[in-house]
């Protein structure tokens, strides 16, 4: 069974910046693809990026795109989501995942480990 837990979120007003990270223990880090995901009140849980097990492959929703950059330290097990020009519309409870084999990387129902969720509130 693998853990996660989420760090770095916090309250920062429109135009800053926040790094979130996601350390993993329980199973073999450097195997996995990872995502970030995020979840705003009434809303479904989305996409945000997700990186494969070496790090040679990133993917950004594109309301992201070009403001948030995943990223990944596989001899810390940890995951990263570097996260500028913050926007009131980023506000979520952000999630880190382990993706499940197979399947598109945007989608929610492929990820089969979550980690608990950290607060992302962004004013404008």
């Known amino acids: 069974q693998v853990q996660l837990l989420e760090s770095g979120g916090g309250f920062v007003q429109a135009g800053g910046s926040l790094r979130l990270s996601c350390a993993a223990s329980?199973?073999?880090?450097?195997?996995?693809?990872m995502g970030w995901l995020r979840q705003a009140p009434g809303k479904e849980r989305e996409f945000v990026a997700a990186?494969?097990?070496?790090?040679?492959?990133?993917y950004h929703a594109d309301s992201v795109k070009g403001r948030f950059t995943i990223s990944r330290d596989n001899a810390k097990n940890t995951v990263y989501l570097q996260m500028n020009s913050l926007k009131p519309e980023d506000t979520a409870v952000y999630y880190c995942?382990?993706?499940?084999?197979?399947?598109?990387?945007?989608?929610?129902?492929?990820?089969?480990?979550w980690g608990q969720g950290t607060q992302v509130t962004v004013s404008s």
């Open positions: 995942a382990v993706k499940d084999s197979g399947g598109s990387y945007s989608y929610p129902l492929n990820y089969k480990y």
């Open positions: 329980g199973g073999t880090f450097s195997s996995y693809g």
């Open positions: 990186i494969n097990w070496s790090g040679a492959y990133t």
